[in-house]
């Protein structure tokens, strides 16, 4: 008896184990991730936790990381204080890491390893030809001129009631069960420390929170809800985010929440015209509207960063993704791309479903 108290302590690393052993061998087994993880066991999940969450009006997420971060600081006193040993400050530290390895992975991590989007949407997967970048693009900026629209304000609760009428929509063609519970934003708590970074928004998978940045103009408010909407409901790649809250804004009644999500989007592919012959000709067709939107978000950015946080920042997403199978790490936010255009040439896909790219 006494020994099995003994190593009482291993029980949670040992578990921490298994689960980085599961992690990755169903890396190898997308199909069963998707089929009964990603469909099954994840969607009550996400009921249960969000509709827990739902009653405390602020983040349960931003709470647990600050204890996280404390805690080190409160063992180092306590050692000092010589009112904890050594080897118990080690033994404690190791049972919260393992911990939290465990929950980050059976509560939501697991996703990482299901089907690719185009495999789970039926959507064909092809490169297409500059010519037809080009060409796609002249036209989206065509259609983004005629979106602009005056963003000054936004009701928040008739944003966030627009896109989950979307959301709930497109949910067969999305291929997830609507509602998967309750996904109302709440800020970020601390809001500037994050902004230094560039985070516009984040989901928290310890409580199934969206958390918004309340430094974001409104402007970008639709399109950013959206994406981490998109995360709650186990998307975990951030180009499938960024797809999933592009289609469902364009599928919304609302103007600005339509011309937020296409202006958003437009500069991942200014970004991927860089380099092109056409790249001067397509930055003219931008009208002069649109363009003050586009130096105002840049403008707004550029004041809230701290090179070093955001470096930084940007590192540590970098290896956090592609340790979570995601290979081409931070540059999957611009894998957004070739999902759209994936979108917009699969011409059967969106007959199929009675959709088409706005």
Request: with cysteine; proline share 4%.
């Amino acid at each position: 008896m006494r020994t099995d108290r003994k190593h009482k302590w291993l029980i949670l690393p040992a578990l921490a184990g298994i689960v980085f052993a599961l992690a990755l061998n169903l890396r190898q087994h997308p199909g069963f991730v998707e089929t009964w993880y990603a469909q099954r066991i994840y969607p009550f999940i996400a009921s249960l936790l969000s509709t827990i969450s739902f009653v405390f009006p602020f983040s349960l997420d931003d709470s647990f990381y600050a204890v996280l971060i404390l805690m080190p600081v409160v063992l180092i006193v306590q050692l000092f204080t010589k009112r904890i040993k050594w080897k118990a400050a080690g033994k404690f530290l190791l049972n919260t890491v393992a911990t939290v390895y465990i929950l980050f992975y059976v509560l939501w991590g697991f996703n990482y390893f299901r089907l690719p989007l185009t495999e789970r949407l039926g959507i064909k997967d092809r490169e297409p030809d500059t010519g037809e970048f080009v060409q796609f693009m002249q036209q989206y900026i065509t259609e983004l001129n005629q979106l602009h629209c005056d963003f000054d304000t936004v009701d928040k609760t008739e944003i966030d009631r627009l896109i989950e009428e979307s959301y709930q929509q497109l949910a067969p063609v999305l291929k997830f069960g609507y509602p998967m519970g309750k996904r109302p934003d709440k800020t970020i708590t601390f809001s500037g420390f994050y902004a230094k970074s560039g985070i516009t928004g984040y989901f928290g998978p310890f409580f199934n929170e969206v958390h918004v940045n309340k430094k974001i103009l409104p402007i970008e408010y639709p399109y950013v809800l959206a994406h981490e909407k998109a995360h709650q409901l186990g998307i975990t790649s951030e180009a499938e985010a960024n797809f999933y809250a592009w289609l469902v804004c364009l599928n919304s009644s609302s103007q600005q929440i339509r011309y937020s999500a296409k202006l958003y989007i437009s500069f991942h592919f200014f970004r991927q015209a860089r380099g092109l012959e056409a790249y001067k000709d397509l930055v003219a067709k931008i009208s002069p509207e649109v363009q003050a939107d586009i130096n105002r978000i840049s403008d707004h950015w550029n004041e809230l960063r701290n090179a070093t946080m955001d470096k930084t920042a940007s590192k540590l997403n970098d290896a956090y993704l592609k340790h979570n199978n995601i290979k081409s790490g931070i540059k999957d936010y611009t894998g957004v791309v070739d999902h759209v255009m994936n979108f917009a040439l699969d011409s059967a896909f969106q007959q199929h479903h009675g959709l088409a790219p706005r």
